[in-house]
């Protein structure tokens, strides 16, 4: 008995670790963080156009690491890691 108890313990204790994620794609990342306010397309909804032409392309990357990491206007900060971050942005940029 005390050996069942044990391993369910071991298995509870494994499922709720709290391990994060990472995400492994600039576009897994954009769908699920960014596409509802900037579009799938970038073209923008609530959140300004990302399109080549847009103000926001013209950017330097410092620009769009800050703007993702600390948010910017209505736009909330993002929790990503520095890896989530840098996919991110070059999948936006590989779209022009």
């Known amino acids: 008995m005390k050996k069942i108890i044990f391993l369910l313990f071991g298995i509870f ?46 950017m330097s990357d410092s620009y769009w690491v800050q703007t993702i990491t600390k948010g910017m206007g209505s736009m909330p900060a993002q929790r990503l890691s520095d890896n989530e971050v840098d996919l991110v942005i070059e999948y936006i940029k590989s779209q022009y």
């Open 13 to 58: 204790i494994s499922c709720s670790s709290g391990e994060v994620v990472e995400l492994t794609s600039g576009e897994e990342i954009y769908t699920s963080r960014c596409s509802a306010c900037h579009g799938s397309d970038l073209s923008g909804r609530v959140g300004p156009s990302l399109k080549a032409d847009s103000k926001a392309a013209q």
